[in-house]
């Protein structure tokens, strides 16, 4: 995590500075330049990604052979809270869902360069609109977020929509399906490489929302934060995956793995 001073990290500061009044194009105007597009982070002024029809409804199929399965619909037994201790998060049907305030939680196993599938579900029906519905997130290495948020008919500032490297890369389109329905992610990352406590090649990730490609071999600037210009920072070449507690009762199934 970013511990330059003066800067918080994404999950330290999203849930307090993330609430925005209800707008157009909602965001923020005091926030840095990204040096890759001359926008702010969270800027207002960014243009939206187009919504798209995903088409038909997810299929869930069998894990490729060679998948680890870290979630297949029964106890959270890949999982920890990210302290350590058990997670507390709900395990019904088929599902995880978020127990609200109770934290993150993570992979008790540690993962570089992988391909990872997972679904989600946003709750039905909220009264909330912005960054306040339906949100979390998929953290790779821990550190690296791909953003989960209902973006159908809930505009939010570009770089926070769902799939989204939050606060850098805005979705190519938006993907989203209705509120309640099930949704997926395809991820293909491959992490930074660092020497000399520099980074050396930066991480470059692939996603695929609903079948729909929202982000192609984009290059990220550095880890997660909030309104802020990400930096790197040397880390191991593998950590764990986390998912977020942002204080909705977001649903999960269908995860798994494969190290490349």
Do not use: K
Not at 155 to 160: F, I, L, N
């Amino acid at each position: 995590m970013d511990r330059r001073p003066g800067v918080a990290t994404e999950r330290q500061l999203h849930r307090s500075l993330d609430v925005i009044p209800a707008m157009e194009n909602p965001g923020y105007t005091d926030t840095p330049t990204l040096p890759q597009c001359g926008y702010r982070v969270h800027d207002p002024d960014r243009p939206h990604p187009e919504p798209v029809d995903p088409g038909g409804a997810l299929a869930t199929g069998e894990p490729p052979s060679d998948a680890t399965v870290l979630f297949d619909g029964n106890a959270m037994a890949e999982w920890e809270h990210e302290d350590g201790r058990d997670v507390e998060w709900h395990v019904e049907a088929d599902y995880a869902e978020v127990a609200p305030g109770t934290g993150n939680v993570r992979t008790e196993r540690v993962f570089g360069d992988c391909q990872l599938h997972l679904e989600w579900a946003s709750p039905p029906a909220t009264t909330d609109d912005g960054q306040g519905r339906g949100n979390s997130g998929v953290f790779l290495m821990d550190r690296y977020e791909i953003q989960v948020l209902d973006n159908y008919d809930n505009p939010t500032y570009a770089d926070g929509y769902a799939g989204a490297v939050y606060g850098q890369s805005p979705p190519l389109v938006n993907a989203s399906r209705p509120p309640g329905e099930w949704q997926c992610f395809d991820i293909v990352w491959n992490g930074p490489h660092f020497r000399e406590e520099r980074v050396e090649r930066p991480a470059v990730v692939t996603v695929f929302h609903n079948g729909v490609l929202v982000q192609h071999r984009t290059t990220l600037l550095g880890e997660t934060v909030h309104r802020a210009v990400a930096q790197y920072e040397n880390h191991p070449t593998e950590a764990p995956l986390a998912l977020q507690d942002h204080g909705d009762r977001v649903r999960f199934r269908n995860i798994w793995v494969r190290p490349l």
